[in-house]
């Protein structure tokens, strides 16, 4: 069994940047790829960035691409994604997620952290 912890996220004005992490803990755990999806009000979950359990290997929704950067600390067990350049389409409840590498689908959620970004 995998836990994971967000923490970070809040107000940001457009243009802003924000960083939200997320910690890992349970058996196994720094063996998994990690990442974050998000979902907005009336809308499904979608992936927004991975990592692979090394950190070497990383891929990003279009969405966010040269906007977003996410990293890995393997000693803490944790990630980190920090957001630039934020538009308030980027609102939506974040959630860290934990599953095999290139992470399609999450084996494990975290509870999720709100980011919303005011125009």
């Known amino acids: 069994q995998v836990q994971l912890v967000e923490s970070g996220g809040g107000l940001v004005q457009a243009g802003g940047s924000l960083r939200i992490s997320c910690a890992a803990s349970g058996r196994h755990s720094g063996t998994y790829a990690m990442g974050w999806f998000r979902q907005a009000p009336g809308k499904e979950r979608e992936f927004v960035a991975a990592i692979s359990w090394s950190g070497g290997n990383t891929h990003y929704a279009d969405s966010v691409k040269a906007r977003f950067s996410i990293s890995r600390d393997r000693i803490k067990n944790e990630v980190s994604l920090q957001m630039n350049s934020l538009k308030p389409e980027d609102t939506a409840v974040y959630y860290c997620?934990?599953?095999?590498?290139?992470?399609?689908?999450?084996?494990?959620w975290g509870q999720g952290t709100q980011v919303t970004v005011s125009s």
């Open positions: 997620a934990a599953a095999p590498w290139p992470l399609k689908r999450a084996d494990y």
